[in-house]
């Protein structure tokens, strides 16, 4: 973790910088300083994916940077959910394909997610130099009727990841050991259930099973 040190008129304070883990050559997680959110990154194949960017400018910004600029096969942004703190990256990402779940592109609170990210800003006095808006998806997947998907080099996995919210989705990259699971499997916090209990133990038996 990074830090930096900030004084002015005699108010000092210690500012916290996101975290970052190189889980291999080609995956990085960087957790955020708020709620330790966690952002995962790829590159393989000549090509980019990223889940779930986030939280704060800066935060936002060392996720930018650890992007090449040219990936020759693409760069992909998968929505784990479409909860206020996993869309956030949204207009930070532009030229990046935008993917989630099709549930995600009907959900009915999209105006209340917005309303959540203007709060948690107005609340930690975060200053964005962009508009914040709900993603319009360019990728929809429906993992119940198609599960493997190729995005650029990448061949990737989907699973419907039910429970805490209905538009979940887990992703699966096979080749390079990765699954990347949005709200699930924390060890930091209890399960938050927003859609069925059912649905949840659904998600954690695909979990074992894949």
Known sequence: MKSRFWSRNGFSCLILTIKTFKVSDHISVFQSTLWQLNSVACHYAQTDVIWDPAYTPDEL??????????????????????????????????GFTQIGSDLMEVR???????????????????????????????????????SEYRLGGIDIK??????????????LLPELGLLVAGDYLSNVEFPFIEDTIGHYHESMDTVKKS
């Not at 429970?163 to 992703?171: E, I, K, P, Q």
């Open 158 to 171: 989907f699973y419907a990841a039910q429970g805490h919210t209905a538009d979940g989705l887990f992703s």
């Open 61 to 94: 910004l060392s996720i930018q940077e650890a992007i090449p600029e040219v990936s020759h096969f693409g760069k992909f942004l998968i929505y784990t959910h479409g909860d206020y703190d996993h869309i956030v990256g949204r207009p930070y990402f532009e």
């Open 108 to 146: 009915q609170d999209k105006s209340r997610s917005l309303a959540q990210l203007r709060a948690i800003d107005d609340e930690y006095y975060i200053d964005r130099s962009v508009s914040l808006r709900y993603p319009e998806l360019d990728m929809l997947i429906r993992p119940e009727t198609q």
